[in-house]
């Protein structure tokens, strides 16, 4: 197994260059940090320089190894006449740690660099009981306690705005999801105000046919006619005002039809320009059903299942690739004959974002396992390693697809 390392940022390979050759020039001109410590060579403080320079350039991708490397470069620099490049090559791998390592790393450093300051100061002036003593202490606190602490502000100071932002964008989403619950809930109540209207001039036209039809008698029929006539054109005014009030509030959408797996290329292109911000990607891949119809059930759960777990993606998920799969599986011995599945895989990295919980979160998982259920099919979703899996299998009967 071979470790992969990560090309260099193009900032760090500047900076790396810029550092040894700015600790080159002042050796060269004889500026030396420590020039009456002669228990090597001059050129000794190359050796520091020359290890410590090449970190920079994995400051990002390794901060853990850099940091290693850098104190033990920095202690061998005080062993000869020191060079000052080399110091603060190590301040700005101390930075680079906290900046980018693990959480654990980040908030761990500043303690420990305040701790070792503090026990240097200690230590120098209880050796040399001299007021000079303090300046090694400060030295100490300025070569790794400040840029410890400088990273950990930095740190913290872009965490919050990235919560900031992730908050900024669910509640940006959870208002265009209670926008459109509000839309639906008023269309559906227009429709049983339409349903119940039409009901009863529906009723009047039955009961008046059924005497017209019943009782030989021309002026009973007649009248019942004019009645049958007078409910039919109320009804029929009545359902074009509301049909029409229906088409206006959805005069800039698309007609609503019944969502099938055609629709997926949409739904996935809508979740990609949503989700590009929290630095989330929607990949449709996998067996597409094709050539011959599937039950529209079948086809209709499908899409609620995928469309779900992409709308819990953009919620939930961590930055990276969402990737949907959809494949048929074909009866024992390949004939048409019996039953088949169509296997819907949604992978999705996971993640905890920042913030309270959305109200109501559970119950989409509830809504995707009813459907998959009530088809006699079977739903599973959960945390593997880090990635959150939604897998569903909803059975395909081919006399259902003929008919």
Do not use: C
Request: no cysteine.
């Amino acid at each position: 197994m071979t470790l992969k390392i990560p090309p260099p940022h193009r900032d760090d390979v500047l900076l790396a260059l810029a550092s040894v050759a700015a600790g080159l020039v002042l050796w060269s001109l004889g500026v030396h940090s420590s020039p009456s410590r002669d228990l090597f060579p001059a050129w000794a403080a190359l050796v520091p320089l020359l290890v410590l320079g090449p970190m920079e350039l994995l400051r990002r991708s390794m901060p853990r190894v850099t940091l290693a490397v850098g104190t033990a470069g920095l202690i061998a620099d005080q062993f000869t006449v020191g060079n000052l490049a080399t110091v603060l090559i190590f301040t700005d791998l101390m930075y680079a740690a906290v900046v980018y390592g693990k959480p654990a790393m980040a908030r761990r450093l500043p303690v420990q660099t305040g701790l070792i300051t503090v026990a240097v100061t200690i230590a120098a002036v209880a050796w040399l009981r001299t007021p000079q003593a303090l300046l090694i202490g400060v030295v100490t606190g300025i070569v790794s306690f400040g840029p410890a602490l400088t990273g950990a502000t930095l740190r913290n100071h872009r965490e919050a705005a990235i919560a900031a932002r992730l908050r900024a964008e669910q509640t940006a989403l959870l208002a265009e999801m209670d926008r459109s619950q509000a839309v639906i809930a008023e269309r559906a109540r227009m429709a049983r105000e339409l349903h119940d209207m039409v009901a009863n001039h529906l009723s009047a036209i039955a009961i008046h046919s059924t005497a017209a039809l019943s009782i030989d008698s021309p002026a009973t029929s007649r009248e019942a006619l004019g009645v049958i006539r007078e409910n039919s054109v109320q009804g029929l005014a009545e359902m074009r005002r509301l049909i029409g009030l229906l088409r206006d509030a959805g005069a800039g959408e698309e007609a609503v039809a019944t969502p099938s797996l055609d629709g997926l290329d949409a739904l996935l292109a809508q979740a990609r320009t949503n989700g590009a911000a929290s630095g989330l990607d929607f990949v449709l891949r996998g067996d597409r059903p094709s050539g011959e119809p599937l039950p529209a059930p079948v086809e209709l759960a499908a899409y609620r299942i995928v469309q779900e777990s992409v709308t819990n993606a953009l919620k939930h998920a961590a930055p990276g690739t969402v990737t949907v799969r959809l494949a048929r599986d074909r009866p024992a011995g390949g004939g048409r004959a019996g039953a088949g599945a169509l296997r819907v895989a949604v992978d999705s990295p996971y993640g905890e974002r920042p913030g309270p919980r959305a109200p109501g979160s559970g119950a989409g998982l509830i809504g995707m396992r009813e459907r998959a259920e009530l088809l006699g099919g079977t739903f599973e979703a959960g945390r593997a390693d880090a990635v959150w899996r939604v897998r569903a299998s909803l059975p395909v009967e081919e006399e259902a697809v003929r008919t």
